[in-house]
């Protein structure tokens, strides 16, 4: 049985690098620009793959959600439900 490769193990050049750096910062003030950059990322590149299910839509969709935690939990924003 095949399994599913884990988001470490692939790297998205066109959209990983602005998230990376978001999962590294921890100056408020730069996490914001950062995350703003990484959405702004993944955004533009699900433009151009569409929205066919695709081991790369998963790993968008895995940091879309990481993002939204990052943005509730430092930077201290309601919750997008809420």
Partial sequence: MATRPQFSQIVY???????????????????????????????????VIGYQPSPERTAMHEATVTLRALITHKLGYPHPAA
Avoid: H, V
């Fill in 13 to 47: 050049s066109e959209w990983e690098p602005e998230y990376r750096a978001a999962l590294t910062e921890s100056d408020p003030e730069r996490l914001r620009e950062k995350i703003r950059m990484a959405g702004l990322a993944l955004f533009n590149r699900s433009q």
